[in-house]
């Protein structure tokens, strides 16, 4: 069956999804070799159309791995470099006088595409920062007073650099609540390093996807009809109380002094149900939850001072809390 005749059947069956989800990992995989939980995470947060923020040292691919996504979706890829210069107009742009036409016309600027790649977002200040709570939590920009609509599917790929401290802005609460999830990317282990020498250390230049033989394998409006299967995924009582019950905890637990908030559990609950489609289950069950609980928790929580003197780490104390909270049957 063509694509075409796919789409006027409507919502997309849970089997497409799977043989989509398998495609996008193929290619991905063409140019950005080990990372394949990262890669799930993504496509996680696709499905259930939420933002990600990356966090890693330099030169660990966390840009080639968005642009690599954004061309294996067919995407519109945008890209912001943030600079401690960086001005609010400069994401979202401006309404500037045409003195031709004596009147407004509004200069979009690079946030308006499909996926954005917000590069080292720590290092503009919060105003500017700021600009994009509204285009993550609504999906719309507001210039002038007047409303802008974004694609239903706009996805945020932020990331930074976890080791330099010095021309830095830490992102405020605000901002790290609107991610569903903050993915560490580690160094490679020694066999895929060793495989990452041997592909790109022969070619001149940075790599790029299209180079390397990546070619979309979906498109915005398959991208539509995702929501479909999403929308088939049921999440029963018992988990969706499981999944109050892990947050709540993490606002009760001795050793946080800031828990997550209602919307961590609203977009978890998502996710674990983006998940469940995307193992080609049509209900959600309790390791689904806690397959995504350290990625979705781990920016939302703050250690107490004591905490901090002994050395604890967030991602040990939401295992821990996993492993307290009943979970259903």
């Given amino acids: 069956m063509s694509d ?13 999804l799977r043989d989509l989800a398998n495609a996008i990992r193929r290619e991905v995989s063409k140019v950005i070799i080990g990372q394949s939980g990262l890669i799930d995470h993504l496509l996680i947060a ?61 200069t979009r600027g690079p946030i308006f595409c499909d996926l954005l790649l917000a590069d080292e977002i720590n290092r503009t200040p919060p105003k500017t920062q700021a600009a994009l709570l509204e285009a993550m939590q609504e999906r719309r920009v507001t210039l002038d007073g007047e ?17 330099e ?22 160094y490679p282990e020694a066999e895929e390093e060793a495989a990452i020498v041997a592909r790109f250390g022969q070619h001149q230049g ?29 999440a029963a009582q018992e988990v969706i109380d499981y999944v109050v019950r892990l947050v709540r905890a ?15 559990a609203v977009l978890l609950a998502n996710a674990a149900r983006a998940r469940a489609a995307l193992e080609g289950r049509d209900y959600v069950i309790p390791d689904d939850v806690k397959a995504l609980a350290v990625a979705t928790l781990r920016h939302r929580l703050s250690l107490s001072p004591a905490a901090e003197i002994e050395g604890r780490e967030v991602e040990a104390l939401v ?10 049957r």
């Fill in 4 to 16: 075409a005749s796919r789409m006027r059947l409507g919502p997309m069956q849970p089997e497409e």
């Fill in 46 to 106: 696709m499905v259930s159309q939420g933002h990600v923020l990356l966090e890693g040292p330099p030169g660990t691919a966390k840009t080639l791995l968005a642009q690599s996504f954004a061309a294996t979706l067919g995407l519109d890829f945008g890209r912001i470099q943030f600079t401690p210069d960086l001005l609010p107009g400069d994401i979202l742009g401006s309404n500037l006088f045409n003195f031709q036409t004596s009147q407004f016309t509004l």
């Fill in 147 to 163: 409303t802008h609509a974004l694609t239903d599917h706009f996805m945020v790929i932020a990331t930074q650099n976890p080791i």
């Fill in 165 to 186: 401290n010095q021309g830095v802005y830490p992102l405020p609460e605000a901002q790290l609540d609107r991610f569903l999830f903050k993915l560490l990317v580690p």
């Fill in 206 to 234: 940075p790599p790029r996807p299209a180079d390397l033989g990546v070619s979309a394998v979906a498109d915005a409006r398959q991208l539509a009809r995702v929501a479909g299967v999403i929308k088939g995924v049921t």
């Fill in 250 to 264: 993490t606002r009760e637990h001795a050793e946080l002094a800031v828990g997550a908030s209602p919307r961590a």
């Fill in 319 to 328: 295992a821990e809390l996993v492993e307290a909270t009943e979970a259903p």
